[in-house]
T-cell receptor, first 115, second 111 residues
Framework: DARVTQTPRDKVTEMGQEVTMRCQPI?????VFWYRQTMMQGLELLAY????????DSGMPKDRFSAEMPDATLATLKIQPSEPRDSAVYFC?????????????FGPGTRLLVL | KQEVTQIPAALSVPEGENLVLNCSFT??????LQWFRQDPGKGLTSLLL?????REQTSGRLNASLDKSSGRSTLYIAASQPGDSATYLC??????????FGSGTRLLVRP
C-alpha cells in the first residue's frame, strides 16, 4: 500500500556536521510537510511545500535549516551545521490535491541525535 | 496564537473499559480537527477527521465529537483493548491550513 518513506531512519552525528534527511511522498500527493517532534515542544511544523513550491517555512531556523523539493518524488531537509538542540524526530507528511484540508499521511520519521 | 491542550497526559485502564480523551483549543477559527494515533518509534496515523461544520465522526469503536464554539473535542474509545495502547494526538487545522498539535495522551490498556 502507498506510504510516505523517509531515510535515514536513524542518524547519529557530531555537532557541526551536515545532516540531510530525505522524504518520498505518496505518489500523486502534491503537498509535503516537515515536522519536528521533541519531548519539550511536541510536534511542530517546520515547513511545507505545494506543487514543489515552498509555501511556509516560518517554523524553521533559517540560519541552519533548509528544505527543498528537487522533484515531485523527493523532499529534503538539511541542517548545516547541526547542533545538539537539533536532536529530535523529524517527520515528513504528504497530502493529496484538494482545498488544503485533506488528511496528512505521515512517514515513520528520522530520529536524529547530535552529539 | 492557537494552543491545543490534551487532558489527561497519561491514562491507564483495564481492558474492556470505555474511555474518553479530551482536547481543547483556544481559537475557534479552525477548518477541521483530527485525532491521530502514534505508536512508539512510529509515525502518526490519522484516526478521525471532523470538519468544522460537523459535530462528530465515528469509526468502529472510536467516536470523536467537536464543539467548536467551546473549543473542545473528545475521543471516545469503546471496549478498550491492549492493542489500543498508544499515544493519541489531537490537532486542529488553523486558518492558514497548518496543523497545530496537542502534546498527546499516552494510553495504556492493561490485559
Amino acid at each position: 500500500d502507498a506510504r510516505v518513506t523517509q531515510t535515514p531512519r536513524d542518524k547519529v552525528t557530531e555537532m557541526g556536521q551536515e545532516v540531510t534527511m530525505r522524504c518520498q511522498p505518496i505518489l500523486g500527493h502534491n503537498t509535503v510537510f516537515w515536522y519536528r517532534q521533541t519531548m519539550m515542544q511536541g510536534l511542530e511544523l517546520l515547513a511545507y511545500f505545494r506543487n514543489r513550491a515552498p509555501l511556509d517555512d516560518s517554523g524553521m531556523p533559517k540560519d541552519r535549516f533548509s528544505a527543498e523539493m528537487p522533484d515531485a518524488t523527493l523532499a529534503t531537509l538539511k541542517i548545516q551545521p547541526s547542533e545538539p538542540r537539533d536532536s529530535a524526530v523529524y517527520f515528513c507528511a504528504s497530502a493529496p490535491p484538494g482545498q488544503g484540508q485533506e488528511t496528512q499521511y505521515f512517514g515513520p520519521g528520522t530520529r536524529l541525535l547530535v552529539l | 496564537k492557537q494552543e491545543v491542550t490534551q487532558i489527561p497526559a497519561a491514562l491507564s485502564v483495564p481492558e474492556g473499559e470505555n474511555l474518553v480523551l479530551n482536547c481543547s483549543f483556544t481559537d475557534s477559527a479552525i477548518y477541521n480537527l483530527q485525532w491521530f494515533r502514534q505508536d512508539p518509534g512510529k509515525g502518526l496515523t490519522s484516526l478521525l477527521l471532523i470538519q468544522s461544520s460537523q459535530r462528530e465522526q465515528t469509526s468502529g469503536r472510536l467516536n470523536a465529537s467537536l464543539d467548536k464554539s467551546s473549543g473542545r473535542s473528545t475521543l471516545y474509545i469503546a471496549a478498550s483493548q491492549p492493542g489500543d495502547s498508544a499515544t493519541y494526538l489531537c490537532a486542529v487545522m488553523d486558518s492558514s491550513y497548518k496543523l497545530i498539535f496537542g502534546s498527546g495522551t499516552r494510553l495504556l490498556v492493561r490485559p
